[in-house]
Nanobody, 123 residues
């Protein structure tokens, strides 16, 4: 499956953004679709994941209560709604999909990745 992430941009602290991850090539008939992020000089880290079959969601502690991951099955799209953004949320955000079972936050278990979209939060 090919993934295309979009929706990043520049926003002030406290603001909101919505990221989109469009899947093409085949349906998201896989286990997890997730968002990861990578800030300059840091490793790529887990942000949020959704289990495609059930819609169950999981979040990193740092974004819990502020970010929401959800899907539109008909549009083969996963969204990340980001509210109450902080400067520490600044990063390149990547969507990823896992075709086989993996632990939801294990980035090595994801075999399809989008190109990344930049999110910059100014304080």
């Amino acid at each position: 499956v090919q993934l295309q992430a979009s929706g990043g941009g520049l926003v002030q602290a406290g603001g909101s953004l919505r990221l989109s991850c469009l899947g093409s090539g085949r349906q998201f008939n896989m286990n997890w679709v997730a968002w990861f992020r990578q800030a300059p000089g840091k490793e790529r880290e887990f942000v949020a994941a959704i289990l495609w079959s059930s819609g169950s969601t999981y979040y990193a502690d740092s974004v819990k209560g502020r970010f929401t991951i959800f899907r539109d099955n008909a549009k083969n799209t996963v969204f990340l709604q980001m509210n109450s953004l902080k400067s520490e949320d600044t990063a390149v955000y990547y969507c990823a999909a896992a075709s086989s079972y993996t632990y939801y936050s294990n980035r090595l278990g994801y075999d399809s990745w989008g190109q990344g979209t930049q999110v910059t939060v100014s304080s």
